[in-house]
Nanobody
Framework: QVQLVESGGGSVQAGGSLRLSCAAS????????MGWFRQAPGKEREFVGT????????YYADSVKGRFTISRDNAENTVYLQMNSLKSEDTAVYYC??????????????????WGQGTQVTVSS
């Protein structure tokens, strides 16, 4: 079992930046996947991006590619989501998620075993 706690959400104007943090109760280095999802009101939860342990690769949804960056700090057991050039359509509750073992897929919510409680991000235009 692992607990994930997100922080860093808030309100920002369009074009601004925020950095979300996800503190894990277990070593982040032991998780094969550390990902971020988001859910806007009335919409389904959608994939934002993920960090894969082996090789350190990261993958992003097309909607955030080039603007968002995921990084792992294994010494602090924390994963970050740096969000730049924010748009109003980025407004959502952002969730951190983790999967311990190998998976051939990583963009579906069912690919992850553990979830944080979410943090609200509001971008005003």
């Amino acid at each position: 079992q692992v607990q994930l706690v997100e922080s860093g959400g808030g309100s920002v104007q369009a074009g601004g930046s925020l950095r979300l943090s996800c503190a894990a109760s277990r070593r982040t280095s032991s998780s094969y996947l550390m990902g971020w999802f988001r859910q806007a009101p009335g919409k389904e939860r959608e994939f934002v991006g993920t960090s894969i342990r082996n090789g350190g690769n990261t993958y992003y949804a097309d909607s955030v590619k080039g603007r968002f960056t995921i990084s792992r700090d294994n010494a602090e057991n924390t994963v970050y989501l740096q969000m730049n050039s924010l748009k109003s359509e980025d407004t959502a509750v952002y969730y951190c998620a983790a999967r311990r073992y190998y998976s051939s897929t990583w963009s579906r919510a069912v690919d992850y075993d553990y979830w944080g409680q979410g943090t609200q991000v509001t971008v005003s235009s």
